[in-house]
């Protein structure tokens, strides 16, 4: 019996799910500007089993394609009981989202009666020739025998795309990485593992790095520890402290060379009220303990004595590397209300000697900001209102588990579209930065144990999945990127299409565009959800871009 295969080119923003029909239409061109990552998918059916389908990509030279399998991983929690009805479903089970190469130079193995589908990401050159380019993905037996074949045709527009702008961070877990890993912190092991992850991060857009001089107290339960991963060495000798930046220096010699521009600095008091100060190692007659943590009053005399002695040191050491316009601050994360007092204790001791850098905080109550406790306040995008209303400069943004309603997020059951919106909602209200406090959480909540990030998706049924990793552990080190990942940084990229259109025709006319044809002004909570909406204005961007081009505009 001859075997039915079936097959669909689709854009990066469907997602194909293993026991249900395809939903979306076949998208079969698109545009790009040099220096572009362009995605797209093939996705694949066969009523049989078929243990060893190859893969052939058909391609004009100057443009660099490359395959991956779209992965499925299980979801317990994809969403909180008062959702909203934006979301493609809500049901537990199997969830499109890691990015697997493919085996033996392209080989799949093809379960039956099951749509699965290969994501294709294309690396436009900045000498890429303007026009057309043909991609052809070919399905073949092991003889040779073509099941199915797709076409996709990629524009080229001859104009560059311009240098992110935005100063962007996802939370970069370097305990996780020893853990995962089983290996020493700060061993050779763990540095090299280090370096592939911010090189994943830099190539998808993330240019400001969390940089641990002292174990983060963030997402760790109280009286709970996580693994040191102190970058700074501290010698305590009575009431005199000496400190060596050599593993600093390594860290931001490594992090600069890989494209990372921005440092921002651990949190200096605990999350969720700035109570305590956060684990801190040092040397004392020669041996390593513990000597500030759960058990230090952060507003002490004792702590406060630490930081008049290292916060200056550290402002040194940034002078001296020339990182003054690099360096970022944080006191304590996401305070709320009630910590008023203690937030604005802790504003002042560390005020006092970083005045002259940036302390960004997420937060959203904007009676932080306006009593001057934070220069660069971080609201979440569901908050956000107040800080625009007064004209905030510059205005920053975040979202984690609880923005589960109206706003954009990356969940796993999430139309990617509602992911990919926020490229074109940053550029409207000209957001300076985006935060994520999940590059690599491989942990339950409060870092209470360790997890396997391709069986736990939601922190031990606490996040939906998707909020906590963006990248899974790979073989030999090298991360495996996920859906959302790639979706997000087609966001930052229409954002910079969109700062590029700006310089020819104005900022006011590039607003007009994004929200022609729209009954209510884009907004972080009003905003189409339809990916074809976002493909076909990314597509009106790109001949905009072209015209004025062409017009010597």
Request: proline share 6%.
């Amino acid at each position: 019996m001859e075997t039915v295969f079936r097959t669909r080119v689709l854009s990066s923003l469907a997602k194909v799910f293993a026991d249900e029909e395809l939903r979306d239409r076949p998208y079969a061109g698109g545009s790009a500007l040099r220096g572009e990552t362009y995605s797209f998918q093939v996705a694949y059916w066969s009523d049989r089993l078929l243990a060893a389908v190859r893969v052939k990509i058909l391609s004009d030279p100057d443009v660099l394609v490359s395959t991956r399998s779209v992965g499925l991983v299980p979801s317990e929690l994809p969403c909180y009981h008062n959702h909203d009805e934006r979301i493609l479903r809500s049901t537990p089970g199997l969830y499109p989202d890691p990015l697997f190469p493919l085996e033996d130079g392209g080989v799949l193995k093809i379960p039956p009666k099951q749509w699965r589908a290969l994501w294709i990401t294309v690396e436009v050159g900045e000498d890429a020739a303007p026009g057309p380019h043909a991609i052809e993905v070919v399905f073949e037996t092991e003889t040779g025998e073509q099941l199915g074949a797709e076409r996709f045709e990629l524009d080229v527009i001859p104009v560059m795309l311009p240098k992110q702008e935005l100063v962007h961070t996802e939370w970069f877990h370097t305990d996780c990485l020893a853990t995962y890993y089983n290996v020493d912190v700060f061993s050779e092991e763990h540095w090299k593992l280090i370096d592939q992850y911010v090189q994943t991060a830099a190539r998808h857009g993330i240019n400001m790095i969390l940089t641990p001089l002292f174990t983060p107290p963030l997402d760790t339960a109280v009286g709970g520890e996580r693994p040191t991963v102190q970058l700074v060495d501290v010698e305590k000798d009575g009431d005199v402290y000496r400190f060596g930046f050599e593993r600093l220096d390594r860290w931001i010699d490594l992090c600069t060379a890989r494209g990372i521009e921005y440092f921002e600095f651990s949190h200096l008091f605990t999350q969720w009220g700035a109570k305590h100060a956060p684990k801190i190692v040092a040397r004392e007659n020669g041996e390593l303990r513990k000597i500030f943590g759960w058990e230090t009053d952060a507003h002490g005399p004792e702590y406060r004595h630490f930081l008049s002695q290292f916060l200056p040191r550290l402002v040194s050491y940034i002078r001296g590397r020339g990182l003054e316009k690099r360096s970022y601050f944080h006191i304590s994360d996401e305070p709320k209300i009630a910590h008023l007092e203690q937030y604005e204790s802790a504003s002042r001791t560390v005020r006092e000697y970083l005045d002259e850098f940036p302390i960004i905080d997420a937060l959203s109550d904007y009676a932080f900001y306006e009593k001057g406790l934070v220069k660069n306040p971080i609201p979440a995008n569901n908050h956000i209102d107040p800080f625009i209303e007064h004209n905030v400069r510059p205005l920053w943004t975040y979202y984690c588990c609880s923005q589960f309603r109206d706003v954009s997020n990356r969940f796993f059951n999430f139309p990617s579209a509602r992911n990919r919106i926020l490229g074109m909602q940053l550029y409207k209200f000209d957001v300076a930065g985006f935060l994520h406090w999940g590059y690599n959480f491989w942990n339950t909540q409060y870092s209470k144990k360790a997890i396997d990030p391709y069986r736990v998706t939601d922190a031990g049924c606490a996040f939906p999945s998707g909020d906590a990793f963006l990248v899974y552990p790979g073989e030999q080190g090298q991360p495996v990127e996920s859906i959302r990942m790639e979706v997000f940084f087609e966001a930052l990229q229409d954002l910079r299409a969109l700062k590029l259109l700006e310089q020819h025709i104005g900022r006011d006319a590039v607003v007009g565009m994004l929200e022609e044809g729209l009954d209510k002004p884009l907004s972080f909570r009003e905003y189409p959800i339809e990916a074809e909406w976002l493909l076909a204005k990314r597509e009106q961007i790109n001949r905009r871009i072209r015209e004025c081009a062409a017009a010597g505009r």
